[in-house]
């Protein structure tokens, strides 16, 4: 089975695509994710089998075999991120800036557990980026 690394997953459309590890694009929509799973992080690893839809590959079963770790996830004190992952979780929280800074634009402060969410994670990035 091929496998590969998540490019993007939109939970709300439904659908994202997996960069193959031999270079191709692989379309992939929730109904191949695992049972329980809605939404993949942007760089999980997945293996997953491929049928040539309308438009194309298309993902079928995939299996998430190395999940990313989000910024909130609990780490020991000493533990220490490697580069590849600290390079998702910051393309992570400069999503999440991104998103509320549209709302400061229209002239929206962001909800409480989305202001909490983001404090959170910047706390978060900053205690891995003082180890």
């Known amino acids: 089975m091929p496998t590969g690394k998540v490019r993007f997953f939109d939970a709300d ?10 270079g191709a694009d692989v ?10 799973v809605t939404t993949l992080k942007k760089g999980a690893r997945v293996e997953f089998g491929i049928v040539e839809g309308r438009k194309g590959a298309q993902a079928l079963s995939v299996k998430l075999l190395d999940p990313v770790a989000s910024v909130a996830a609990n780490m020991s004190a000493r533990e220490r991120r490697t580069p590849e992952e600290l390079v998702v979780i910051i393309e992570d929280v400069v999503q999440l800036l991104d998103g509320v800074g549209e709302g ?25 980026l003082e180890k």
Not at 104 to 128: I, M, T
């Open 27 to 36: 379309f992939l929509h929730a109904n191949a994710l695992p049972e329980g």
């Open 104 to 128: 400061y634009r229209a002239g929206r402060r962001p909800d409480r557990k989305l202001a909490a969410n983001v404090a959170r994670a910047l706390r978060g990035l900053a205690d891995e």
């Open 13 to 22: 459309k439904g659908f994202g695509f997996i960069a193959e590890d031999s």
